[in-house]
C-alpha cells in the first residue's frame, strides 16, 4: 500500500489508490451519480462553492466534487500528488 495523495484544490487530497474515475460533471449519468451519492450520504463536495470541474469516482461508492480541471488532477498524480512540480518544470 503506497497512501500517496494527490491534492484536489482548497487543501483538500485523497488517496490516488482509491481513485476508479474521475469524469466531467457535465453529463446526465454524472449528474446522476451526484444527486444519488447526495440522497446516500456518499458525496464529499471539495468545491468551497465553487463550479464543480472534476468528479473523482472513489472505491466504495464515495463521489468527490472538485473544482479543479480533471486534466489538472490527472497531471497531479503523474507527477506523484505535487501541485508545483509541474511549474516547476515549465
Known sequence: MNNKTVHIGFNN???TEKIIAIVNPDSNPTRRIINDA???GK???ATEGRRTRAVLVMDGGLIVLSALMPETIVAR???DGNPNKDKENA
Request: hydrophobic residues 50%.
Open 38 to 40: 447526495r440522497n446516500n
Open 77 to 79: 498524480i503523474e507527477n
Open 13 to 15: 487530497a485523497v488517496l
Open 43 to 45: 458525496l464529499v463536495d
